[in-house]
Structure formats: C-alpha cells, structure tokens
C-alpha cells in the first residue's frame, strides 16, 4: 500500500530545490543510460519545466490513480512520438529514484524507496501498456504536408495540413507538432476546424517571443514543408453533451479551438456566443471568417472585443471574459475559455468571482 501523504511530503522536500532537481535528474539518466539521450531536443531548457511538472502532477494524483489512468494512457500513447519505448522507462524511474533520494538527504528511507518505486512502477505500467496497445493500430506520428501558410499579421500565421489520411481528433482537444527545424522539440496546437473529410487542418500559430516551434512555424516554414503531427490529446475543451447554451470566451489563438467546436455545434445547434479579445483590432486576425459564421448560423452571437481602439472599429471595449458576465452570457451556460495562460487564469478568477459554478468552466490547461 502507498503511502501518499508520505510521497506528498517528500514531493514538495525535494521540489523545494528548484531548478536543481530537473538538473540533477538528467545528468544521472544520460549519465548511467546515454542510449536515452537521443529522445530528448538538443535544448534541454523547457524539457526541464516539464518534468517537475508532469512529477508533481503524478505525486500529488497517486492517491487517486484510478483518476488519472486515461490521462497516463494517453501520456503513453503520446510519448511514442518521442521515439520513447517500454524498456527506457526503467532507465527513467531509477534516475527519478536516484534523483529524490540526493535531495531527501536525512529523510530518504527505505520505505520513501519502497513507495517512490511502487508509484512509479504504477504510472510507467500504465502509460507503456496503453502505448504498446496504440502500437497495433495507429502511427506514433503522421507526416503531414503544409498546404497553405498565410501570415495574418506579424506575429500570426494560419496554416493548413494535409496528412494524407485522417487523423482522430475531438474539436477542442489539441495534436502536438514537430517541425525539423526543431528536432525532437514538440507542441500542442488547437486544430481550428472540426475533423473534414478531406483531412485537412487548420492552425492558428502565434509567435511567442523567443519561443522555439511558434517562430519557426509562423516565420520559416513554407507550403510544401512537411511537419510531424503526434495524437490527438486532453479533454478540457471537448463539447460537454447538454441541449443549454454554450458561451465560448477566447483570447488570440484561443479562438482556435472555439471555432472547431461552433462547427462541431452546426450539427446540432445551441444558443452559442462567442467573445474573441485581442488588445487591438489589428490582433482579430480572422475577424470576417468568424463574422461568416455568425451570418450563416442564427443561433450563434459573435462578439469581437479589444482593450483599445484608437480608430473606433466594431468591436466591443474591454476583455472578453468581463464583457461575456457583464451581457448575462455566462450564468446557466456551459463555458469554454481558452487564451494565454494568464488570461485563463484571470478569467477563471473572474468567472469564479461572478459565481459561476466551476463544474460549468471548460479550460485545458495549459503546462505552463
Ligand atoms: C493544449 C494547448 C493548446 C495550444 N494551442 C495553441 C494554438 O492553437 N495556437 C498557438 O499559437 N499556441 C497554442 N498553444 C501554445 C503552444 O503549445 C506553445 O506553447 C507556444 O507556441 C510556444 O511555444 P514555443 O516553442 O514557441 O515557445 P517556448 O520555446 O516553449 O517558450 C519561449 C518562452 O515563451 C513563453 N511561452 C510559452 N508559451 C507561451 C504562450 N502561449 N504565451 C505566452 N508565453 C509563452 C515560455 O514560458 C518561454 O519563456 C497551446 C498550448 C497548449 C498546452
């Protein structure tokens, strides 16, 4: 039987170190096994983040395994993209054991040893059962053709996929791609339409400041380039069944998702609106494709929202998260939220603060 609270405990011990811990945990994996290190980018910054993340997640869920299951069976499958197979998991649980117990110091025992091992025995079992089981009949990733690249303005870019053949998604969920000109450094993005039955998907990218994939993805990739596309991943943003309206609030690129999911809504229409904040008119980078849908479906109320406008445009004043509790759009509905992190955060606060129910709040988060 694991003890929990005693994993918790010692969790947050050794996460008091910082940036040490992911440090120390790498050198010890390509140390004692440099057949692994080729699974991982050049850039081991962000990898970094990710891990202490992804282990605090674990931890703190450990107690709740059952929880969590569909999420590890989907790291799984995910994780075959990385080139990442049942016998490197070893590799990574004794250098994650080795890892807490440097930093335990005095507190490490043999039965922190005993319960790390189990724990992480539990989540590796089921994250290499469930990839081994996608092995039978799915590609780790698809290779898909950049069909059409449009900058909408500096920092973003919409672009088209073909992957040949159809690849499973949900609209809201995201795929995670990987551009050669990154190797092995991957990210998600929000695929923008619902499945077609051509195949195709849209993106929308917007460049990150110094960021490594979004960069490249808006400023060097051309039509005719391919990338890699890796499964379909996470559930925030899915469609919640229910027949009550639908009140999707975005930021930039968070409109992405919000777009699918009006399409996947045509099917069978709700009392649906839609607010898209950008900080000027000039960051609504598909205003009119978004203005089209909302002429084509009586049932949809699309409202554009910016923080300033010196030109006096359309759009609403304000963010959209304020503006969607203020007009009453938001008590009784199922709402989507989806931006930045920061403002997710924000409009979570808010909508918590307004007293909506947070059963009722849709978000994916976003690893940040
Ligand atoms: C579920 C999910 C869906 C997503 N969908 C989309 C999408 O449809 N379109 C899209 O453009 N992006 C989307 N993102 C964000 C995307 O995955 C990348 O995080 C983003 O493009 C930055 O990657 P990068 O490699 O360029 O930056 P990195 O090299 O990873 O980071 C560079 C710097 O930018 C900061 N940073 C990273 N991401 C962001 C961000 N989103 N906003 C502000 N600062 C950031 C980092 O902290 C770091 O300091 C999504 C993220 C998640 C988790």
């Not at 319960?115 to 290779?143: E, F, I, K």
């Not at 919640?240 to 996947?264: C, D, F, H, N, S």
């Not at 849908?293 to 406008?309: G, I, K, Y």
Request: charged fraction near 20%.
């Amino acid at each position: 039987m694991i003890d929990a609270e005693r994993l918790k405990k010692n969790w947050s011990l050794v996460a008091s170190h910082g940036d040490q811990v992911p440090l120390y945990f790498y050198s010890t994996l390509f140390l004692t096994h440099p057949e692994t290190r080729d699974l991982f980018p050049m850039n081991m910054a962000a990898q970094r983040d990710k891990l202490v993340n992804a282990l605090g997640a674990v931890v703190s869920n450990v107690d709740t395994i059952d929880a969590v299951v569909p999420t590890l069976q989907a790291l799984g499958r995910d994780h075959r993209k990385f080139g990442a197979l049942r016998g490197h998991y070893p590799a990574v649980g004794e250098a994650l054991v080795a890892t807490l117990e440097h930093f335990s110091g005095p507190h490490w025992t043999p039965a922190i040893a005993a319960d790390w091992t189990a724990a992480y025995g539990l989540v590796s079992a089921t994250m290499a059962d469930a990839a081994d089981a996608a092995a039978h009949y799915t590609p780790a990733w698809w290779d898909a053709e950049i069909v059409a690249h449009e900058r909408r303005d500096l920092e973003t870019a919409v672009i088209t996929l073909d992957p040949g053949n159809r690849i499973d998604y949900l609209p809201g969920q995201s795929l995670s791609l990987c551009t050669s000109l990154r190797p092995r450094v991957w990210r998600q993005y929000s695929p923008a339409n619902a499945p077609r039955a051509d195949g195709t998907i849209e993106l929308h990218v917007r460049a990150v400041d110094g960021g490594q994939v979004s960069t490249a993805l808006v400023s060097l990739v051309r039509p005719g380039d391919h990338l890699r596309v890796g499964p379909a991943f996470g559930t925030g943003l899915t469609l919640r069944p229910g027949r009550g309206p639908v009140t999707m609030i975005a930021g930039g690129t968070g409109v992405a998702p919000m777009k699918a999911l009006v399409e996947q809504l045509a099917a069978a229409p709700r009392p649906t609106s839609l607010y898209w904040g950008a900080r000027s008119p000039a960051g609504l980078y598909c205003l009119d494709q978004l203005r089209a849908l909302a002429s084509a479906h009586d049932w949809l109320e699309f409202v554009p929202c910016v923080d300033e406008d010196l030109f006096g445009s359309e759009s609403r004043l304000g963010s959209p998260v304020e503006l969607a509790v203020a007009h009453g759009r938001c008590s009784g509905a199922d709402v989507y939220l989806c931006g930045p992190p920061g403002m997710v955060e924000t409009g979570r606060k808010h909508l918590a603060g307004s007293g909506i129910r947070a059963e009722a709040i849709h978000f994916e988060p976003t690893g940040e």
